[in-house]
């Protein structure tokens, strides 16, 4: 059976609102972990709402699993499992009590869901958790439980919205490991949206970046940080007046880039054995230097040289991708 996904032009326009996703096309091969990376508000959620049949897009298609996402609707829901934002979890219910309603909706026999939910339960770590109430939960535990039921019936698909916002460092290594194995050991597809470059760097075999609706980069994560290539340094003087100076002397060693407020950067001509050389041209100017940061290239700057900002803090202030009045489609579940 296919469990990859393909998407040609999909595009979603909100009434009275933006163009949330802009047409975009991307596939993902069968056991592929895709990383979709961008800041919030960049349609990352909007597009896994479309592949996952919870909202109609207004253009284009996509085929999740051999199914379309509009005429095969209900055959997606049964291919993929979704661990979205916000995990519906009822605080009122225990581990186990989610496991034994999961399983039956999912229709497995009834002498099999018990043995299921279990080894669920154990294979995220809450076993000795699994008979407390959610209410409890730490949002660790929650977000392990929610990826414990979009596992239930064995998904070929699955979809993970920014799964490890707000986790600590030791449950995000633990996702990550499941994410992993499930994708190295059960063939399974996974579609990782997130805002952190390590973790996208880290999981994922190939990384496609959104922004402002718009893919505008993709690759596996060597592959783009290569098209950059250079190095950059970024200087930040001592007196913020004297960043036009500072830019001066860095410009005879490369191109300028964007940087931080009160700093500057350029791409290197060459590698880091120019910066003996810079630090000489900025003492023989007489500017004192507050920081001065030289770094291989990473994500965040493909990010930075395809849109000309950072990712970190680019999507500040913003909450979902949907304007008021604009929800998934009642009753659509994956």
């Not at 990859?4 to 163009?19: D, M, T, W």
Request: net charge negative; with cysteine.
């Amino acid at each position: 059976m296919e469990n990859n996904i393909e998407v040609e032009g999909l595009a979603r326009k909100f009434k009275n609102g933006p163009l949330a996703v802009a047409g975009i096309d991307l596939h993902v091969d069968p056991g592929e972990i895709y990383g979709f990376l961008g800041p919030n508000g960049a349609g990352k959620s909007t597009t896994v709402h479309m592949l996952t049949t919870l909202l109609p897009p207004t253009g284009g298609g996509a085929r999740v699993a051999g199914h379309d996402i509009v005429s095969e609707g209900p055959a997606v829901r049964a291919a993929i499992g979704a661990a979205l934002q916000e995990a519906a979890l009822d605080p009122h219910l225990t581990a186990r009590d989610h496991m034994r309603l999961q399983t039956a909706l999912h229709g497995l026999p009834r002498e099999e869901r018990i043995a299921r939910g279990d080894a669920l339960i154990d294979r995220v770590g809450l076993s000795d958790a699994a008979d407390r109430k959610v209410s409890g939960y730490s949002g660790g535990m929650k977000r392990r439980l929610d990826l414990a039921l979009a596992l239930v019936h064995g998904p070929r698909v699955l979809f993970l919205d920014e799964p490890t916002t707000g986790l600590d460092p030791q449950s995000r290594a633990a996702l990550w490991d499941e994410v992993a194995r499930l994708a190295g050991q059960e063939g399974v597809t996974v579609f990782l949206t997130t805002q952190y470059l390590e973790e996208a760097d880290q999981l994922a075999d190939r990384v496609g970046i959104i922004d402002d609706g718009r893919i505008v980069a993709e690759g596996t994560p060597a592959s783009l940080k290569s098209e950059i290539g250079r190095p950059s340094l970024e200087v930040t003087p001592n007196q913020p007046d004297e960043c036009g100076q500072v830019l001066g002397v860095l410009e005879r060693f490369g191109e300028r880039v964007p940087s931080a407020p009160d700093s500057v950067a350029v791409r290197l001509d060459v590698g880091a054995e120019a910066l003996t050389d810079i630090v000489r041209g900025l003492d023989a100017e007489g500017l004192r230097i507050a920081d001065i940061d030289l770094h291989a290239p990473s994500l965040d700057d493909v990010f930075l040289e395809k849109t000309g900002r950072h990712l970190e803090g680019a999507g500040e202030g913003g909450g979902g991708e949907m304007p008021t009045g604009e929800q998934p489609l009642e009753g659509a579940t994956a």
